[in-house]
């Protein structure tokens, strides 16, 4: 497989973010190691450095899952981003995917084109689970990485691969990212530090999840505006935390970005008829303090059936639908 074009390995990046939830720029030339990018999360802003290459396969007959990257046109030591994240990535252009590999291990390097290797197994479980791991013989972690995984990946790289090198550390994130059940005497065992992160890795998982299963039974388009634009959401009905809430298809919806913060915030509510409409008590806030500017837009696309999904099992239970009004307070 020849290497791809560095502006198809930039817009692949790019596009992982925005499927995170993210937005990204690029700051410096799509060929130059490393690619410096701008990334706006919904926690604020940071730099990101990316060190990235085609993942190839590595050529062994011996060894046919092995696949991996050549770090060319790069002299050693790699520098680190001394005001945000620093990344190694390889990308599968086939599948659309990432391999994350240990920077810390891989920033020094002898002359040459060193590559780094990962297991295509890994790759693939992770298109299923969002992250996935593969422990080496020498106790390195690579993590097959998703698109919409990417700044979860980003955030926890350097915690991952220290602290993923443990085979019982290693064994919790193989288990976390796959959803399987964990208990909490079998957590116990582990240091604090590294109960956090496979905690973390649980989390993450299950909002993938729920996000991925949300968003392709909508069709990724709004179930209020209607709209795709890949600018569209997953939201709980009855919020995380709320006693009764749970992952399920049917305690989600497709959400714009500004339906989704209307939703969580009361302005807006889904009555059992599946109608969204307007909360009469929001919206005489709002007139009250002079910042309705826009609210007639909003009440324009309400009032009538949400977009549904066409497997009516998916629809939202109309428990739900009630138990969430009741905890918003909303009286219909």
């Known amino acids: ?24 720029l690029l700051l410096s030339a799509p060929s130059r190691h490393p690619r410096r990018f701008a990334v706006q999360t919904v926690s604020g802003s940071v730099e990101v450095w990316v060190y990235a290459w085609t993942l190839t396969h590595g050529g062994r007959p011996s060894l046919p899952d092995e696949y991996r990257i050549q770090m060319t046109t790069v002299t050693s030591p790699l520098p680190f981003n001394p005001k945000g994240y620093t990344i190694l990535l390889g990308y599968e252009p086939n599948l659309k995917m990432f391999g994350g590999f240990d920077l ?45 995984q990417i700044v979860n990946y980003i955030a926890n790289a350097s915690e991952l691969h220290r602290l993923g090198a443990s085979a019982a550390t290693y064994g919790f994130l193989v288990k976390a990212s796959a959803l399987q059940a964990i208990t909490e005497k079998e957590l116990a065992r582990l240091p604090q530090e590294r109960r956090k992160i496979v905690s973390t890795i649980n989390r993450f998982s299950r909002a993938a999840c729920f996000r991925q299963q949300v968003l392709t ?14 600018l569209v959401d997953a939201a709980h009905i009855l919020p995380v935390g709320a006693e009764g809430s749970t992952d399920e298809i049917q305690n989600g919806l497709a959400l714009s970005p500004t339906f989704h913060r209307a939703f969580d915030n009361g302005l807006v509510f889904l009555d059992e008829n599946y109608i969204m409409r307007i909360n009469p008590v929001k919206e005489l806030q709002l007139v009250t ?23 009516r099992r998916q629809w939202p239970k109309p428990a739900i639908v009630h138990q969430a009004n009741e905890y918003r307070r909303i009286s219909v």
């Open 1 to 24: 497989m020849p290497a791809v074009r560095p502006d198809v390995l930039v817009d692949a990046i790019l596009d992982a973010f925005q499927d995170s939830g993210a937005s990204g």
């Open 104 to 148: 810390r291990r891989h920033h020094r390097f002898t002359t040459g084109s060193p590559s780094v290797q990962i297991d295509i197994k890994c790759i693939h479980k992770a298109l299923q689970d969002g992250l996935a791991f593969d422990r080496k013989d020498n106790d390195e972690i690579a993590v097959g990485v998703r698109p919409d």
């Open 217 to 230: 039974a909508y069709g990724y388009r709004c179930a209020v505006s209607r709209l795709q634009l890949r």
């Open 289 to 311: 303090l002079r910042l309705d500017g826009g609210l007639s837009d909003v009440k324009s696309l309400l009032d009538k059936r949400i977009h549904l999904p066409p497997d």
